[in-house]
């Protein structure tokens, strides 16, 4: 009989095959290689590699995310369970296997476009209460695309201007996580500043975190990590819905 570490292993590792190493990790607000990381101490079983209250906190998290029930990883692996492949004209092997989602009777959800634009109206902290319109978008997408993810929590935002380009255009539909009030990891935020709301790059470097504009006709900024709390953060993006012009 297979211990609880490599039922938790293969668990894991059936979601890596269907979501992606890095879209879990997203899931959980973490990082790519810490799931491998997991995974492959699980095995081993080597509990000096990782801490087993953190395994176990994530755990219990990505089955409330994905709609699962509470115990669904402690429960072993049954024979043809696991993720089953179908190879069509040659093409690259595609996953089939279905994610339970809570989330069935609705067939579309509906996320709150931001308005940003007319942030100085209000106080920055209630621009989660400030919207231009609801729009609907089919449930099955939103489930898969944004990973289960707790959809209350996502809002829609529009880019201005041109410091994030060449990655996001001005008029790109922004996927932001509210609930997100931190830095967390190193991602593309949104920031509240003195007179402007704005969109920028968040990375990590030594006890450093730097504030980027990826477009580089415009400079960048430092914050120490021991003075992260001065970030005012409204959100983090998780995705982006680009239109460009031909």
Do not use: C
């Not at 994905?66 to 093409?91: M, N, T």
């Not at 201005?160 to 996001?168: E, S």
């Not at 609930?179 to 709301?197: A, H, M, Q, R, T």
């Amino acid at each position: 009989m297979k211990t609880i570490q490599e039922t938790y292993a293969e668990r894991l590792e059936m979601l890596v095959q269907r979501y992606g190493q890095t879209n879990l990790a997203e899931v959980i607000n973490s990082h790519a290689v810490l799931i491998q990381d997991w995974i492959n101490s699980l095995k081993t079983d080597d509990e000096n590699r990782i801490s087993w209250h953190q395994v176990t906190k994530a755990i219990r998290q990505i089955e409330q995310l994905l709609g699962f029930e509470r115990g669904w990883f402690d429960q072993p692996v049954k024979e043809g369970e696991f993720i089953k492949y179908s190879i069509q004209s040659g093409l690259t092997k595609t996953p089939a296997y279905q994610i339970k989602q809570e989330h069935d009777i609705a067939e579309t959800v509906q996320f709150r476009l931001l308005d940003i634009e007319k942030h100085l109206l209000y106080k920055s902290s209630d621009i989660n209460n400030q919207s231009i319109k609801l729009l609907d978008i089919d449930r099955n997408w939103a489930v898969t695309h944004l990973l289960g993810l707790k959809l209350d929590d996502i809002a829609l935002v529009t880019v201005f201007g041109d410091n994030m380009y060449p990655t996001l255009n001005e008029s790109d539909v922004l996927f932001v996580d509210t609930s997100v009030k931190e830095f967390i990891n190193d991602g593309v935020y949104l920031l509240s500043g003195l007179s402007n709301i704005r969109v920028r790059r968040l990375q990590m470097v030594s006890n450093e975190i730097h504030i980027i504009n990826d477009n580089n006709k415009y400079s960048n900024q430092k914050v120490a990590v021991k003075d992260k709390a001065d970030l005012q953060v409204l959100a983090k993006v998780k995705r982006v819905w680009s239109l460009r012009r031909f």
